[in-house]
DNA sequence: TGAATCAAGATTGTCGACGATTTTCGCGCG
DNA sequence: CGCGCGAAAATCGTCGACAATCTTGATTCA
């Protein structure tokens, strides 16, 4: 299935950062949340040292993907629906400035692109296509941020994406959960092509206002 | 056990965290901007060996203190005026989610802490103590934070404080600053004594917009 | 003179080993 | 039978040494 014979034993091929092979890992739920990571069986599994494995675990601590606690080592944090409700009141604030900004920024070159990638949504709408329409929400998110050239928030929400990536997930199959965003997530296209900073915020708000209520209702 | 005639030479007391050592040496200025921070060198000035330094500065990397260049180590992370006014636009989405929060949960109790507070401030005021005053400003974000209880707005505001606590330090003696921003204090704390979240949100918000624009025209 | 080259120095990255701390588990005592 | 107690195991924290990498400065050649 693979296209070359370079996975099994050898090392030899240059090898992607640990921090970021453990992170997929995380992502991907290889790793349970609240699963202990330790230090001795990452380093045999992906023959690396300790030091090595030690310094990806400081670098997720960092990022907020995992915790550590003194003395008794590192373990996937896990992401409570409470934390994940507080996660979604911080992204109203950031998204909404980024959303603000991208209307500000708009070239026509973006403009263009932003109109494919809203033919894009309103096709995997139709074909109710859910995993594409999750895709694309991604998507979505990131092209705003982009858009909004805001450096420190791009960075913080990204943080934040990564860290309740779980319930994302699972929120973007919740029943009847893709009919009630899509036309929110038109809108708030549509409120960056007109250039309006104010309805992009108004929209943006009310998309995440309307994930927080969904959220408290799962609780 | 004795406690007495430990202080000088002997190191045998104990030590407190190196990552909070450092960091606190950053924000006292110890190290500049844009400061090498070389493992030995610290390593020697601390006493502590190079792995434990190392996982200090990956610790502060973690909190956006120092930045870490692969293969060149780490020196302290300079904040432009740019990244403080970016700094400033997100602490408005957060702060003002907190200050809505902490208008929801006032307690009694809360209520006249916050009094008292308000109290010290005007004191500061009357007698042009810029120093208390400033104080008393990180003191006031402080208590809203905690009034808020909103574990991951406060913890990205803490982050944002830490990095920007140089720029912060500069605006709060800059010539006018004070007498602009008392008033707007003042109001942010009589909203929330209302448990009017609307109003607390519109005061943090002008407060911190004023923010902006007095940094815009430092630039 | 000036650019290319390469050697020496400085600094970080990695490693295996050892010591410290926490957890586990068996054992005796009430 | 349960509860404390202590030894053993598991695991993290620290250390010194070495390898890899980047930087600096001298040297050579056109």
Same sequence: chains 1, 2.
Avoid: W
């Avoid at 995993?131 to 694309?136: E, G, I, N, Q």
């Avoid at 929400?157 to 009919?179: K, T, V, Y």
Wanted: hydrophobic fraction near 45%; glycine fraction near 4%.
């Amino acid at each position: 299935m693979t296209d070359a014979a370079v996975v099994s034993d050898d090392e030899t091929t240059e090898r992607p950062d640990l921090t970021q092979v453990i992170r997929e890992a995380i992502l991907d739920a290889q790793f349970a949340p609240h699963q202990r990571l330790i230090e001795a069986d990452l380093s045999e599994r992906y023959g690396a040292s300790r030091a090595s494995v030690r310094t990806a675990l400081l670098n997720l601590a960092g990022e907020g993907l995992v915790e550590r606690l003194p003395n008794r080592g590192a373990r996937v944090r896990a992401i409570t629906v409470d934390e994940a409700i507080e996660i979604v009141e911080v992204r109203i604030g950031l998204e909404t400035l980024c959303a603000r900004k991208a209307a500000e920024n708009l070239t026509p070159t973006d403009a263009d692109e932003l109109r494919a990638l809203r033919a894009e949504i309103e096709a995997a709408i139709g074909s109710a296509d859910l995993m594409a329409y999750s895709r694309l929400n991604q998507e979505l998110d990131r092209r705003i941020r982009d858009l909004s050239r805001h450096g420190t928030a791009t960075q913080l929400l990204e943080r934040l994406r990564a860290q309740s990536a779980r319930h994302q997930f699972r929120l973007a199959f919740h029943p009847g959960r893709a009919a009630t965003s899509a036309p929110e997530h038109i809108a708030i296209i549509d409120a960056i092509l007109a250039k309006d900073p104010d309805a992009a915020e108004a929209a943006t708000s009310a998309h995440l206002s309307g994930i927080v209520e969904v959220l408290h209702r799962m609780e």
